[in-house]
C-alpha cells in the first residue's frame, strides 16, 4: 500500500469515529448507547431509546461524515478516485471499530450511504433506495442493512477498482451479516423491534 492509499486510509478511518450515537447518547441522556437496547451504536438504537429526533441526527451526522470522508480525499488527491473510495470504505470502518470505543461501535449503513453520495449523488440514492425499501417492505432495518452491503462488492468490482478494494468490501460485507447476528436471532425469535413500533414510541 503506497503513502497516499495510508493517507486516505487514515482520513476515512477517522471520520468514522466520529461516533454520534455514542456521543449523544453520552451528553442527552447521560448513558452509554451500547448498554440500552440492542446494544448498537447506531440511529436506530438512538431512536428506540431516546427518540425519533436524534435518530434523525444521529442519522444525518452519520451519512455526513461518509460524505466528508469521499469529498476531502477527492479534494487532496483529485485524480485517484479509487483513494476518495478507499477513504470511504475506512469511513465505514472507523464507525464499526472506533478506536476510542474499544473498537465496539456501530455497524455502519448511514456511514456507506454516506459513503457512495460522496463518490456520486445518483448512486448514493440508489443505496438510500436499497435501506429504504427492504426495510420498509418488511418493517425491520436489518433487510436494509444487508441488501446495501450486499451491493458494495458489486458496485467496487464494476468500478473496477483495485484488489484491496474489493477484497474490503466483500470483507465488509461478511462483517455486515456476522454484525446482525443477533438481530436475525430477534426475528426468528418474534423478539426484534420492528420499525413502525420503533418511530412512533412514546417517550
Known amino acids: 500500500m503506497t503513502m497516499n492509499a495510508l493517507a486516505s486510509a487514515l482520513i476515512g478511518y477517522l471520520f468514522g469515529c466520529i461516533q454520534s450515537a455514542y456521543l449523544i447518547g453520552r451528553l442527552v441522556g447521560k448513558m452509554d448507547i451500547r448498554q440500552q437496547g440492542s446494544g448498537n451504536a447506531g440511529a436506530s438504537n438512538i431512536t428506540s431509546t431516546l427518540g425519533i429526533k436524534y435518530g434523525v441526527i444521529v442519522g444525518l451526522i ?6 466528508l470522508a469521499v469529498l476531502v480525499v477527492k479534494w487532496i488527491y483529485p485524480d485517484s478516485p479509487e483513494l476518495a473510495y478507499l477513504s470511504g470504505l475506512m469511513a465505514v470502518v472507523g464507525h464499526i471499530f472506533p478506536f476510542y470505543m474499544r473498537f465496539r461501535g456501530g455497524k455502519g449503513v448511514a456511514a456507506l450511504v454516506g459513503m457512495m453520495i460522496g463518490v456520486d449523488w445518483k448512486l448514493g440514492i440508489v ?18 442493512s444487508f441488501t446495501t452491503f450486499l ?53
Not at 452519520?62 to 460524505?67: M, N, R, S, Y
Not at 477484497?167 to 420499525?195: D, M, P, W
Open 151 to 203: 451491493a458494495l462488492p458489486v458496485v467496487s468490482f464494476l468500478h473496477g477498482y483495485p484488489p484491496l478494494i474489493l477484497v474490503l468490501s466483500l470483507g465488509l460485507t461478511a462483517l455486515c451479516f456476522y454484525l446482525h447476528r443477533s438481530n436475525i436471532q430477534r426475528i426468528r425469535a418474534g423478539e426484534e423491534l420492528k420499525i413502525r413500533a420503533t418511530v412512533f414510541k412514546q417517550k
Open 127 to 144: 443505496f438510500f433506495l436499497l435501506v429504504a425499501i427492504p426495510a420498509l417492505i418488511t418493517d425491520y432495518i436489518v433487510a436494509g
Open 62 to 67: 452519520d451519512i455526513l461524515k461518509g460524505v
